[in-house]
C-alpha cells in the first residue's frame, strides 16, 4: 500500500486509527496511543472492538510515549502467523 493511501483518523471520528484507502485494504485494523500513562487493557479492548466493528483479522496497538520508541501489541496467535508468512517469503 502506498502512503498515499493510507490517513489518519480525524479527530471524533469512530473505528481505527488508520485508515486504509484502497479497494484491497489489509486485514488490520490500528489503534495508536501516545500517553504518559496508559491501561494496557483498556487499549486493548478498544483495538479489539474497533477490529470486531471493522471485519477486519489482526488488532494491532501501536503504544508510545514522550522520549520512548514505540512499541506494537498484538496477539500472540498473530505474531506466529506473521512469523510463519515471514519465513515463508524468505524461502521462495
Known sequence: ILPSRIR????GETGSD??????????LS????????????NAWEQTVTNAEKESKTF???F????RQIPLVVMEAKHFFLFL???RKALND
Open 8 to 11: 489518519c483518523a480525524i479527530m
Open 84 to 86: 510463519k508468512a515471514t
Open 59 to 61: 488488532p494491532l496497538l
Open 30 to 41: 490500528i489503534e495508536c496511543k501516545n500517553q504518559e500513562s496508559l491501561n494496557i487493557w
Open 63 to 66: 503504544i508510545k510515549k514522550n
Open 18 to 27: 488508520i485508515k486504509f484507502m484502497s479497494d484491497n485494504p489489509p486485514p
